[in-house]
Nanobody, 124 residues
Framework: QVQLVESGGGLVQAGGSLRLSCAAS????????MGWFRQAPGKEREFVAAISRSDASTYYADSVKGRFTISRDSAKNTLYLQMNNLKPDDTAVYSC?????????????????WGQGTQVTVSS
């Protein structure tokens, strides 16, 4: 069983930055591919970014490329999402997920584990 707990959300002005964290309660953290999704009010949940088990590959939604960076620290069992140049359209609840297969992480379907989410609000 894997528990994921996000933190780092908050209120920021457009153009600002935030770093989200996702702490995983599992000793075998390195075997999981992990990702971030977000859901804005009245909209479907959408993929933001993912990272493979080996850290060799990262994946981003077109809307965040060049602004967001996903990374992981296996020593701390933690996933990160550095978000720069934030826009009001980035306002959403951000959740992390984990699965053995990075394709499932990206698709957000059949994923074994999800966190509860952290709110990010970007004011104009």
């Amino acid at each position: 069983q894997v528990q994921l707990v996000e933190s780092g959300g908050g209120l920021v002005q457009a153009g600002g930055s935030l770093r989200l964290s996702c702490a995983a309660s599992v000793r075998t953290f390195s075997i999981y591919a992990m990702g971030w999704f977000r859901q804005a009010p009245g909209k479907e949940r959408e993929f933001v970014a993912a990272i493979s088990r080996s850290d060799a590959s990262t994946y981003y939604a077109d809307s965040v490329k060049g602004r967001f960076t996903i990374s992981r620290d296996s020593a701390k069992n933690t996933l990160y999402l550095q978000m720069n140049n934030l826009k009001p359209d980035d306002t959403a609840v951000y959740s992390c997920n984990a699965d053995l297969n990075v394709k499932d992480v990206i698709a957000g379907v059949g994923v074994n584990y999800w966190g509860q989410g952290t709110q990010v609000t970007v004011s104009s």
